[in-house]
């Protein structure tokens, strides 16, 4: 018998590993980051590049407001720092559309959402 070589076996592909990725960046980021902006129109989606656009979007119920963003997966690692969101937001003042600033605690708040549902995706992933 050759040292060196054991009969132990190998251990199983974790095919939830952070970096399991067809893509540019992390799936589950980016499949998150999609679910989440679902309701709104989107104007460029890059994969590859880990960024989402979209386009202006009112809520029904506060048709005097709407909001702008772009959502950048910087990494394959599925971690907080890996998502960056900016978002622009205005009001309909007078019949004209006036820049008007975004809450930190708005863009926190997606962000939050994003990550938890690509966390969920991937325990989903892991147990099967």
Request: aromatic share 4%; hydrophobic share 40%.
């Amino acid at each position: 018998m050759v040292s060196g070589c054991s009969q132990k076996p190998r251990p199983k592909l974790d095919l939830a590993a952070s970096k399991v990725t067809t893509i540019g960046v992390n799936a589950y980021l980016w499949r998150a980051t999609l679910e989440t902006l679902s309701f709104m129109p989107l104007l460029q989606t890059d994969s590859n590049g880990g960024v989402v656009v979209t386009d202006w979007y009112a809520n029904p119920r506060n048709p005097g407001e709407r909001m702008k963003l772009t959502v950048s997966i910087l990494d394959q690692d599925l971690r907080a720092d890996a998502l960056r969101i900016a978002a622009s937001r205005q009001t309909n003042q007078g019949g004209n559309w006036v820049d008007a600033p975004v809450q930190a605690a708005t863009v926190q708040k997606l962000e939050d959402i994003i990550l938890t549902k690509a966390r969920d995706l991937r325990r989903q992933t892991v147990r099967g």
